[in-house]
């Protein structure tokens, strides 16, 4: 593992990523289902989470991109860098597993914070998202026969709590 040239990544980042989104659509094509969700492929003898690799492959992409972009203090690399992150988290999403969804966009606005940008842009960042989860919480069922199995108020409470920690952090 030491031998290995990472530099390498930030070439290869396009096939990466088209892995990434590719193992994610192909869970949702044909996942098994375990109390409404599709996570889990199952390969015979054992089963893979791809969202779980997905973890660290969107870590190399979105690091080859800000580094290619690094000179860019424009909102180009911002919305760049957003939107490659939000394609795999909106997919793991419709699976659902929304806690790993926001763990792709904790991992997105680590990569921006170390980035270096702008505190404002944060701020906008999480208010966008709160207001997503908001929308997200409203249109829901008011009991737990969803597939969440949370009633709204739950949802938000743990929605809330999780910004709250990444803030915090």
């Known amino acids: 593992v030491a031998r290995f040239d990472y530099s390498r990544l930030r070439e290869m980042r396009t096939a990466i990523y088209?892995?990434?989104i590719?193992?994610?659509v192909l869970v949702l094509i044909l996942g098994s289902a375990a109390r409404g969700s599709r996570r889990w492929i199952d390969v015979g003898f054992f089963q893979i989470q791809p969202s779980e690799l997905g973890k660290v492959?969107?870590?190399a992409v979105l690091a080859a991109y800000i580094v290619d972009r690094m000179r860019d203090r424009n909102a180009t690399r911002l919305l760049g860098v957003l939107g490659l992150a939000a394609?795999?988290?909106a997919l793991i999403f419709?699976?659902?597993?929304l806690g790993t969804a926001l763990v792709y966009g904790a991992i997105t606005m680590s990569l921006l914070f170390v980035a270096g940008v702008p505190w404002q842009h944060?701020?906008?960042i999480i208010a966008a998202v709160a207001v997503l989860v908001a929308l997200k919480v409203a249109a829901m069922p008011a009991d737990k026969n969803h597939h969440y199995g949370h009633t709204k108020a739950e949802y938000f409470s743990a929605a809330i709590e999780g910004m709250m920690i990444f803030v915090a952090a």
């Open 87 to 89: 394609l795999p988290a």
């Open 122 to 124: 944060m701020t906008a």
């Open 57 to 59: 492959l969107i870590i």
């Open 18 to 20: 088209a892995f990434l």
């Open 22 to 24: 590719g193992s994610i």
């Open 94 to 97: 419709l699976q659902p597993d």
